[in-house]
């Protein structure tokens, strides 16, 4: 009965959802578990770029999509994503959470209200409505997916929310409208994927966002308002702790941060720009560009602990050849003191000074020579490309089993 966890080791954008789809080929059911429509999961397959923001991207794979309860939902992208779905010739059998809060237009103004009253010390936000439909959950005063299919509890919870927050919330009828449209995707989600690991079928819950993004375990203020660690697939679905048999941990082969907040190895100047070009660091949601950096093992060490994480996909070692040499921090220097491992305290780590290794890096590939690499498996790697991800386990002392060497799927290395 696996329940595998995907979880971002960084501040997300690590290539989770062609991880998801990857791991998907053989699951029965995906699930999101946190997070809504500020995620973006891209999936590169037959020839089609598939962009997924709500709806789990492993699905592309045939895997049923479910939506749980700790998500919060823009209705509008789900029926979008259900027919790019559809487009490429599948028949999703979504099932969405009756419990699954709902985010209403209104939402998504308060959150740009908020960005903007924040003035200089804006989150950067993806203006999703997220932090205040979560909000609304935790007030609650939130709207949930079932009381859109009871037109009398959609009055009274609307009633509830205009007094609230002092404006008219979204259109009645609109709501009632999308409750019919919905109908027939919501189910007992929490029960279905309980019965799907009881009957010993592969589930695979695929984290949004990534571990320095977490509203407890991340780099507050700067975070999105969910618990994005492992241990959120158990809350965010209903699932209990020993269900899990395997966390995947997944990285970039460096460091990557979209809106504000610490960031110990960003690389500013020309450099940052040709990797961020090289990587097109742009974001997936909202098209703006990423901040860029070197890999930061004590911040993965970090995350790799409190999600006890077991094996580690690396993304986009592609992008890193062509460069002279590579540098990895393998420590911080804080207070006279050295620290292998990111502190939980964000004060702290806005003070560290990263301590770099410089190793050699590998000469420019093209993308067909990739792919012929992709074929052959990890021995067509170059030596210095295989010497940085041994180093790299060596330090994080945990097996990296999958590398992402192109955005589309089939060009992974497996070991
Ligand atoms: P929110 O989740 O829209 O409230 O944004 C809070 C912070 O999380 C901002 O810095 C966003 O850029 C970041 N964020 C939210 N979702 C993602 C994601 O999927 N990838 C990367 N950053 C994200």
Redesign the pocket.
């Known amino acids: 009965m696996p329940g595998i966890v995907i979880v971002?080791l960084q501040?997300?954008?690590e290539g989770k959802g062609k991880i998801s789809y990857l791991l998907c080929r053989d699951a029965d059911c995906v699930v999101r578990f946190q997070?809504?429509a500020?995620?973006?999961?891209t999936v590169i397959t037959q020839g089609r770029k598939l962009k997924f923001n709500i709806i789990p991207a492993g699905s592309a794979a045939g895997a049923r999509p479910c939506i749980a309860s700790g998500t919060v939902v823009d209705l509008d992208e789900v029926f979008e994503e259900l027919e790019m779905l559809r487009s490429i010739g599948l028949d999703p059998k979504l099932m969405i959470s009756r419990s699954a809060s709902i985010v209403l237009s209104m939402h998504k103004k308060l959150?740009s209200k908020i960005e903007e009253a924040r003035g200089g010390s804006a989150?950067?936000?993806?203006?999703?409505g997220?932090?205040p439909t979560y909000s609304d959950k935790a007030l609650r005063t939130g709207l949930r997916i079932e009381d859109l299919l009871n037109p009398d509890d959609l009055k009274e919870k609307l009633e509830i929310l205009r007094r609230l927050h002092g404006e008219e919330p979204d259109n009645f009828e609109n709501l009632r409208r999308l409750g019919e449209r919905i109908a027939p995707y919501v189910g007992d989600v929490e029960l279905y994927v309980n019965d799907v690991l009881d009957y010993g079928g592969k589930v695979v819950f695929e984290g949004?966002?990534?571990t320095l993004?977490d509203i407890d375990h991340g780099t507050y203020p700067?975070?999105?308002?969910?618990n994005t660690i492992a241990g959120a697939a158990c809350t965010g679905c209903g699932v209990g702790p020993t269900r899990i048999s395997q966390v995947i941990g997944v990285a970039k082969a460096y460091t990557t941060?979209?809106?504000?907040?610490v960031f110990p190895t960003e690389i500013k100047g020309e450099l940052g720009e040709r990797l961020r070009e090289l990587g097109q660091e742009y974001?997936?949601?909202?098209g703006?560009p990423?901040r860029v950096g070197w890999l930061d093992i004590p911040l993965m060490r970090y995350a790799m602990k409190i999600s006890n994480v077991d094996w580690i996909a690396l993304t986009k070692l592609d992008v890193l050849s062509g460069l002279e040499k590579i540098r990895i921090c393998v420590e911080y220097e804080v207070d006279g003191k050295t620290l292998g491992i990111a502190p939980p305290s964000v004060k702290l780590l806005s003070r560290v000074k990263p301590v770099y290794e410089e190793v050699d890096g590998w000469r420019k590939i093209s993308e067909d020579e990739w792919r012929r690499i992709a074929e052959r498996g990890w021995e067509a790697l170059p030596d210095e490309a295989k010497a940085y991800i041994e180093l790299l386990e060596d330090l994080l002392e945990k097996p990296i089993k999958l590398i992402s060497i192109g955005a589309e799927a089939g060009m992974e290395v497996e070991r």
């Open positions: 971002g501040w997300g954008d997070g809504g500020n995620a973006g999961h959150d989150v950067g936000t993806t203006r999703r997220i932090g949004a966002q990534g993004l700067y975070v999105t308002s969910s941060r979209v809106g504000a907040g974001g997936t949601t909202t703006r990423r």
